[in-house]
């Protein structure tokens, strides 16, 4: 999209933007400081809540900030401080930067404090085309939720109510830039809609009652499914947990849904930062090189995926990008580190200040035919998890416990849903008896895996 296309969308130019981080800079060399970064931003956005066919919200935002950083000396004895003001004069950005100096002048010395390395800097940023406005009017907005709505109703008599409908749709833009010569910005979208769905029916005298949901996001609204196929979906997910009950404490295969496979994966990630490490308040302090996961699991972290929620060539301190196993054949190859958190760690960093980019989990066991239902069939006994409760997370220790639902299985079949159980176990023991990841792969934020089972769990019920 051309600049003069963006400024359809945008109250202030992409040059404009930089003559702001410019500025910044300016007044940071006036005062001194050795360096400096800053990160000028604008969005703005639209979020619309329905429920039982009526409007419940609709917010609006439009916002825009200045957040900079200010160094001063050099190592060992940098000091820093940070300030961020929304107002754009020049008076505003003058006084910001002065009070993150005076910040800095009073901060402890830290000799890992600083910017990156001049040579570590993309250079040539490059398109993955994540700017893709959803032009829509509340009113349409507010449409497409009734319609979603109404889908989840007509599925069946027994959906007697709604936990509501969503539609949101945000853009954005940034530039970034510091003293030592790096600038780079680009504008994005990301674009959701949702339902929920409450079933109810009577049984033994009392009614049964059951909610979920379904919301799907992108940063192209032509890549989301036609709501009614959401609200249809979120209502046969809420009628299929009907009848609920509780299951006898066991030991068995768990298999997680999609969906929740992709919290396992952040799991891990959040285990493999920088921050987490170098506080050894991780599981994965001094693990690199050993075998963590099963022997056919890759995890890829992967920022060029065009559309990508999590797609940059460069992270937030403006170093190059690149893509990169992080987990290859089971063996934990890399941690997420920033310059700051490398540094501590005695490491380069990975370009990851900010956290992971497009972090996807892979089986080269699997094949296209290895679908939900050929998991089904490879649990055979067990259970399905469709829904977590709590976090229940000891990153230290590894250690893991969360509330949950879902259904039965025996014989590779469902044979009635559970809820009010709890499944255990530990992270390390739970990644390395990874029997099998689905084809049913699906994207949450900037995290993607197909359905994961794991070979054995405690499972706490009756």
């Known amino acids: ?46 979020s619309v809540n329905v429920r039982k066919g009526s409007v419940e919200t609709i917010e609006q ?20 401080g940070n300030a961020s003001t929304s107002d754009f004069s020049s008076q505003a950005l003058r006084e910001t930067v002065e009070a993150a100096y005076h910040i800095a002048r009073f901060t402890a010395p830290d000799d890992c404090a600083g910017l990156p390395e001049y040579a570590l800097f993309e250079r040539a940023p490059r398109d993955f085309d994540l700017f893709h406005p959803w032009n829509i009017s509340t009113d349409e907005a507010v449409r497409i939720g009734q319609r979603g709505e109404a889908a989840a109703y007509a599925v069946s008599p027994f959906i007697r109510n709604s936990d509501g409908a969503s539609v949101s749709l945000q853009h954005g833009q940034f530039v970034s830039a510091n003293s030592r010569g790096f600038s780079g910005g680009y504008p994005y979208s990301r674009h959701s809609v949702a339902v929920g769905a409450i079933a ?16 799907v996001s992108a940063r192209d609204p032509a890549d989301l499914p ?24 066991c030991h068995a295969p768990v ?16 285990a493999a930062s920088g921050s987490a490490l170098y506080r050894k308040s991780s599981f994965l302090v001094d693990a690199l090189g050993q075998e963590l996961f099963a022997a056919h699991i890759d995890i890829t972290d992967d920022p060029f995926i065009p559309k ?24 934990l190859e890399g941690y997420f580190l920033s310059t700051y958190s490398g540094r501590k760690l005695g490491m380069p960093t990975t370009g990851n200040a900010g956290g992971s980019h497009n972090l996807s989990i892979t089986s080269r066991k699997t094949r296209p035919a290895d679908d939900f239902a050929a998991l089904l069939a490879q649990l055979d006994r067990g259970l399905l998890v469709t829904e977590l409760l709590g976090q229940g997370v000891n990153y230290v220790t590894g250690d893991y416990s969360r509330g949950a639902s879902g ?22 023991t739970m990644f390395r008896s990874i029997a099998a990841v689905g084809a049913d792969v699906i994207v949450r934020g900037n995290k993607s895996s197909g359905s994961l089972l794991i070979e054995g769990m405690t499972i706490a019920g009756d």
């Open 1 to 46: 999209m051309s600049d003069t296309q963006r400024s359809d969308y945008f109250a202030y130019s992409p040059e404009r933007l930089r003559d702001l981080c410019e500025e910044v800079l300016g007044h940071a060399r006036q005062l001194g400081a050795s360096d400096c970064a800053v990160d000028v931003s604008e969005g703005f956005g639209l």
């Open 61 to 80: 935002n439009r916002d825009k900030g200045v957040s900079l950083t200010v160094y001063i000396g050099t190592p060992p004895g940098v000091r820093r």
């Open 200 to 215: 109810s029916r009577k049984a033994r005298g009392s009614e049964n009652m059951q909610r979920d949901d379904w919301y």
């Open 226 to 249: 036609d709501v009614e196929k959401v609200g249809d979906y979120a209502a046969r997910r809420a009628l299929a947990r009907l009848g609920s009950r509780k299951i006898g404490t």
């Open 255 to 270: 298999l997680f849904e999609a969906p929740l496979a992709t919290g396992l994966l952040g799991a891990f990630a959040q």
């Open 308 to 331: 990508g929620m999590g797609s940059a060539s460069f992270d937030e301190e403006g170093v190059s990008t690149r893509c990169r196993k992080v987990i290859e054949g089971g063996v």
């Open 407 to 428: 259904f039965w299985v025996e014989h590779g079949s469902i044979v009635y849903p559970v809820e009010e159980i709890t499944i255990a176990g530990n992270l390390k």
